[in-house]
């Protein structure tokens, strides 16, 4: 089959269509024939070398992807050859076919094309696990969402709205307007002012329950002065930074705090599937109605993936950037 391939590590030029192996459905597993996949920011850090695949993984970058099931293996239950699905992967999306857990797919809602849900599984079932198992906030409790116009942050406001949550979001000032729109209570200019500053006073000093900071180091400090008590910082990624000089631990003692560290990436099947299940009863009513949506911010065919990743990069992008894999297959009629 065709895949991009990451030709020796580096900048987005190393990305080239190149051939790999044709996959196949082992037990529980079924092979997904891909219109579309989706751009993450783990997928620049794998290319440069700096995020190797959790073992067993494939190698090929692209951690979602929609299509069709091409093929189902022993003892898979749920799936039939020729459903539309969307899934999680831990690699493998950008290519033609991939092999995928059977309990790791989600079936498209009706009236949504595999373009949108190409964008689904990694952002949403990370915001997700953030707000539902990593920490619990009760409704009615202030979030504090971290580059809540990015992939994760625009899933992680609609889903925080959904649940009842009083979303802030912080993000560049371009961006505040998307922010709001998705549900955000206040959409913070972090370069204008302290975020921190704000969740304080529009929560009578109370503060936010919970924290989802892809950031890291510099945010540190300011997440846990704005924390609730008995609140959770949930670690996403140290896009900021990753070594913080002169942290005062007793800062953390004072709000009897949480900090949670995730990658979903590296979890293991069984985990996966039980996140994907309770994913599927809370998303799929409100993706199908409309109260859950996919922000897309740009869509490429995937033999401009190097263009592709090079938006991202740039920091531009509100919401999500998707790969169309099969051009036939995804602006085939989409079933209402
Ligand atoms: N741990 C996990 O399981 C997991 C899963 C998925 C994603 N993630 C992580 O979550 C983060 C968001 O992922 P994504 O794919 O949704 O990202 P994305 O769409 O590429 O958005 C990233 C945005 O973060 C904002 N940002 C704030 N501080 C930044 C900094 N120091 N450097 C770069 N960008 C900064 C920028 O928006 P502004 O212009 O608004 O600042 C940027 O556009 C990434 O770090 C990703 O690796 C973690």
Known sequence: MIAVLVEGFGGPERLVLGRAPEPGAGPGEVVIRIAATAVNRADLLQREGRYPPPAGASDILGLEAAGIVET????????????????????????????????????????????????????????????????????????LIHAGASGVGTAALQIARELGLRPFATCSSSKTDACLALGAERAIDYRAGSFADV??????????????????????????????????????????GARVDGFDLRAMMRKRATLRASTLRSRDAGYKSSLVTGFEDFAMPRLSDGRLRPVIHAVFPWSRAADAHRLLESGATVGKIVLVVDAGLAQAPVPA
């Open 199 to 240: 969740v304080l006073e529009a929560t009578g000093g109370r503060g936010a329950s919970c924290v989802l900071d892809p950031v890291g180091a510099p945010y540190l400090a300011d997440d846990l002065r704005c924390l609730a008590m008995d609140g959770t910082i949930v670690l996403l990624a140290t896009m900021g």
């Open 72 to 143: 189902v293996g022993q003892g898979t239950r749920r799936l039939a050859v020729g459903d539309r699905v969307f899934a999680l992967l831990s690699g493998g999306g950008y290519a033609e076919r991939v092999t995928v857990p059977e309990a790791h797919c989600m079936r498209i809602p009706p009236g949504m094309s595999f373009v949108e849900a190409a964008a689904l599984a990694e952002a949403f079932l990370t915001a997700w696990q953030s707000l539902t198992r990593l920490a619990a906030p009760a409704a009615g409790d202030a979030v």
